[in-house]
Nanobody, 124 residues
Framework: QVQLVESGGGLVQAGGSLRLSCAAS????????MGWFRQTPGKEREFVAG????????YFADSVKGRFTISRDNAKKTVYLQMNGLKPEDTAVYYC?????????????????WGQGTQVTVSS
């Protein structure tokens, strides 16, 4: 069965950095566009970043452009989210998601697979 397992979350001070990882199993990773989303209590899950199947194209929410980067290693079946210049408003549970045979989408309903999430807390 498909599993996406996030890691790397934690508590960091404003201005700091974290690197999230998402390890995939049970799927043909290279045929999945991958995305990172985040969610805070009472709000809908929002798109943060996405990367195409080959890794050649990346997409970012305006709120994280210039601070976050996304990358993938298809041989390791892992996608990464490097977060720099973190702000308190980046505090959320971060989820990775896979979209089989599709393009990157900013809509959470477009994704087929989801991880369990990892908490990121940024203190001021």
């Amino acid at each position: 069965q498909v599993q996406l397992v996030e890691s790397g979350g934690g508590l960091v001070q404003a201005g700091g950095s974290l690197r999230l990882s998402c390890a995939a199993s049970g799927l043909t990773f290279s045929t999945n566009a991958m995305g990172w989303f985040r969610q805070t209590p009472g709000k809908e899950r929002e798109f943060v970043a996405g990367i195409s199947r080959s890794g050649g194209s990346t997409y970012f929410a305006d709120s994280v452009k210039g601070r976050f980067t996304i990358s993938r290693d298809n041989a390791k079946k892992t996608v990464y989210l490097q977060m720099n210049g973190l702000k308190p408003e980046d505090t959320a549970v971060y989820y990775c998601a896979g979209r089989s045979l599709g393009l990157v989408s900013t809509t959470n309903r477009a994704y087929d697979y989801w991880g369990q999430g990892t908490q990121v807390t940024v203190s001021s």
